[in-house]
């Protein structure tokens, strides 16, 4: 190839040269600008998901305070259900269940989610909360003595600043079973490990009236004495005298018992105590026509 050929040719590539190093300049910008935006998209993203949770708590506390409980729950629901990492998913839970049971009435449901909270987060501070809950929701609103001696077992187990009151609740699940016997294991228990509860006193008629129905008067008896020995200004000691009485009255011992009655001038049903006077004085008063 001549020189002026080659001239020619040089001259001819060069602006086709320039053109396609622009052309690689655009698209290797405009790859970089769609990198920059899918990083941003990301980014934005997860600043996006990091926030539902706080959104979806705050709008259930707006739609509780307007007094629309079935939208509060559904928005918790998606709260624990769809970020159950979150720090205020227990939280959520534990009002998802108050809800069901304070508003919408659904025990069986505010049980699962209480029991739910305990399992899945048994590190949150609403655990023992749960467990009161649902232990109380058991017993007095569904009935089921059995479970809700377990859960009571496990509220005990972990620590609580009532020990008493808990040991309570079991002995009087345990009197609900008909199981005398263990209610009176847990009352013993209850006066060991708290002698100095405020319970005392009707721990101790608890305990001698789970004697009685047990079949064992003597044991009963000396539980009551105890009792009106120990606390004798109180109610739960004037019911004692009043039982009292009756074992009397059961063992034919009946100028014995018609003595105990006219005694209990405190007795709070005092139309029952003058029928008991009333009937006694009738039987001596036979008997002494039939002598």
Known sequence: MNLDKLKKELRRQGPEAQRSRRRQVHLFLLALLVCLLLIASVFAYRVYQQTVPGRLYSKGLTLESQDRPEQALASYQRLFRGYSDSLLAAEALFRAARICRYDLRQDQQALLFFLQLEHDYPESGYVIQAQRE??????????????????????????????????????????????????????????????????????????????????????????????????????????????????????????????????????????LVQEKIERLEARIAKKKKVL
Do not use: W
Request: net charge negative; charged share 30%; aromatic share 10%.
């Open 134 to 271: 649902a232990a109380d929701l058991t017993k007095n609103r569904l009935h089921d003595f059995a479970h809700a001696v377990v859960i009571y077992q496990r509220l005990l187990d972990g620590g609580t600043d009532d020990g008493d009151r808990i040991l309570y609740e079991i002995a009087d699940c345990y009197f609900r079973l008909n199981n005398y016997s263990q209610a009176r294991i847990e009352l013993d228990a209850l006066l060991e490990r708290f002698p100095e509860s405020s319970l005392r006193a009707e721990v101790l008629y608890r305990r001698a009236s789970a004697a009685l129905l047990e079949g064992t008067p003597e044991v009963a008896r000396a539980g009551f004495r105890e009792l009106v020995e120990l606390f004798p200004g109180t109610t739960y000691a004037a019911e004692a005298r009043f039982n009292l009485a009756e074992l009397l009255e059961a063992e034919e011992r009946l100028r014995d018992a018609l003595k105990a009655y006219r005694t209990l001038s405190d007795y709070p049903r005092p139309e």
